[in-house]
C-alpha cells in the first residue's frame, strides 16, 4: 500500500513537455500500428530531457523505453525503491501534422483557391481521420474506412 502511495504522490512531480515540445512522429515511426524501437527511445529521451533538472524526484531516477506495444507505456519511469510510473505517447509525443497541396498563396501562407475542386494532401497512414475546416467555418471529416483501400 505505501508503494502506491509512493508512486502517486511522485507521478504528480514528473514533468511532460508542452505540446509544442513534444516528439513528433510521423508513418516511419509506426510498424504494424505498434511504434517501432527508435520511436519509443526518442519519446525516452524527451521525458529524460525534460526531467533533467527536475528537483522535485528522488535521486537515481532513471528512464527506459517501453518495451511492449501498448501505446499507453512507450516510457517507464524508474525509481530507486522498485516502483515505476509507465507513459502514454499522448504525453510525450504527437502526430506529424497533415500537409494539403496548394494551388495558390506562396511558401509562408499556402492557400487553396475558392474554384479548387480537389484537396490533395498527405496524414498519417495510421490516422483514422481528417479534419478539413473550410473558409465558412464548416468542418469537413474524412473518416478511414478500413474495409476499403484507396489508391492514391
Known sequence: MSLKLWQTFIEIKVL???NTDKVVYNDSD???G????AAKERFKGKVEEVNAN???LPTGVTYTKGN???KTKVVTVNFP?????DISHTQVAKPTVPTFTATAGDEHEPKLQDIDRIV????LES???????????QEITITKNPGKHQKH
Open 54 to 56: 527536475n528537483r522535485n
Open 30 to 32: 509506426i510498424n504494424n
Open 34 to 37: 505498434n511504434f517501432t524501437d
Open 68 to 70: 511492449t506495444n501498448d
Open 81 to 85: 525503491d522498485g516502483s515505476t510510473i
Open 127 to 137: 490516422a483514422t481521420e481528417v479534419k478539413l475546416q473550410l473558409q465558412t467555418g
Open 120 to 123: 490533395k494532401g498527405t496524414a
Open 16 to 18: 511532460y513537455p508542452v
